[in-house]
């Protein structure tokens, strides 16, 4: 039986429900099939974003995860005005309608080809789900580093907040997490190799294709 979510993880389920609700709503604006954009849903959102962004995540894991979603939305929400600018540029003040036999914008001509796609070739993706995988793919990408000195290889607080940024990225992809002792071992080792009085040595968390990976890379003193 699962244990009961946290009442954090709770939230960050609604959180991320409300994105892909967004997302969705946007698409079909995008194809067409809603006649204006999800502004009440887009300004409801921002303001669960901007709550928890301005209130304190105590918690390495939680920290990451909602760091993670916030990044995602950001760059949705960049996209989607890129594309509201751009549809906006294309049409001219006094343009007819289509049905009057003017000639559509080149933003109108894609939603409305994206919208005859999705209903008659499976598979086929709206401008708006083209966003949304870039804005995933971007997210993707995001990365922390923890950084160690020579003095800091013993410290359990820094080797903590690495292991929990490795653990959380891992959770977020389905991935088996890292025994803390092999990452308590590996910082050893590594700032042991590299750090001395002017180098410190970066331990980075990247996601990227969907799987976790860790670099080391050692940096001179700020």
């Known amino acids: 039986m699962a244990p009961p979510k946290s009442e954090w993880e709770k939230q960050m389920l609604h959180l991320d429900a409300e994105i892909r609700r967004l997302e969705a709503e946007f698409n079909m604006y995008f194809a067409g099939r809603l006649p204006r954009p999800p502004w009440e849903t887009r300004t409801r ?6 709550k928890y962004d301005q209130g304190y995540i105590r918690n390495t894991a939680d920290r990451f995860r909602f760091e993670t979603l916030q990044a995602r939305f950001q760059k949705f929400i960049d996209i989607c005005d890129r594309q509201m600018t751009m ?6 003040p006094g343009a007819k309608r ?10 109108a001509q894609e939603a409305e080809h994206n919208a005859q796609g999705a209903k008659g070739a499976p598979g086929a993706k709206t401008a708006g789900e083209r ?3 870039v ?5 993707d990408k995001a990365e922390k580093v923890v950084k160690f000195g020579r003095a ?3 410290a359990d607080s820094q080797v903590k907040e690495l292991y929990e940024q490795l653990a959380a990225a891992k959770k977020q992809v ?3 997490p890292v025994a803390y002792e092999r990452v308590a071992a590996l910082v050893k080792a590594q700032v042991s190799k590299f750090a001395d009085e002017s180098t410190k040595v970066a331990f980075k968390i990247a996601l990227k294709d969907g799987k976790v990976s860790l670099t080391v890379k050692p940096e001179k003193g700020e």
Request: glycine share 12%; hydrophobic share 35%; net charge positive.
């Open 152 to 154: 800091d290889a013993g």
């Open 45 to 50: 959102v921002t303001a669960l974003v901007k």
């Open 174 to 176: 389905g991935e088996a």
């Open 135 to 139: 804005t995933e793919k971007k997210a």
């Open 87 to 92: 549809r906006e540029m294309g049409r001219s």
């Open 98 to 107: 289509k049905s009057q036999g003017a000639m559509p914008s080149a933003p």
């Open 131 to 133: 966003a949304r995988e």
